[in-house]
């Protein structure tokens, strides 16, 4: 099982911007379809956005969409949440995720979570 550590979470005034990012120990981490997920206190964990072990395809939740962008880069076992235009709504625990594909990811079937950075984003 892959192991998955995010850093770059943080406290940003809305507007801000942050980066965060997930480091995989996983060799053959081009292999991997990687995705963010985050959660609220009290509600599910919900999908973000998830990448292709290329990073040819990517797919965005509705509310984030033309704010966050997702990366990766495969020599350095490492995916990004660009995270711009942030708004207080945007406030929970991001969680990095390793998965078998885009769809059974996007669907929430996740082989390997990370554990969990905060973003908090002040009005």
């Known amino acids: 099982q892959v192991q998955l550590v995010e850093s770059g979470g943080g406290l940003v005034q809305a507007g801000g911007s942050l980066r965060l990012s997930c480091a995989a120990s996983?060799?053959?981490?081009?292999?991997?379809?990687m995705g963010w997920f985050r959660q609220i206190p009290g509600k599910e964990r919900g999908f973000v956005a998830v990448?292709?072990?290329?990073?040819?395809?990517?797919y965005y939740t509705d509310s984030v969409k033309g704010r966050f962008t997702v990366s990766r880069d495969n020599a350095k076992n490492t995916v990004y949440l660009q995270m711009n235009s942030l708004k207080p709504e945007d406030t929970a625990v991001y969680y990095c995720a390793a998965g078998a594909t885009v769809l059974s990811l996007r669907l929430g079937n996740v082989n390997s979570w990370g554990q969990g950075t905060q973003v908090t984003v002040s009005s």
């Open positions: 990448i292709s072990r290329s990073g040819s395809t990517v």
């Open positions: 996983e060799l053959t981490f081009s292999s991997i379809t």
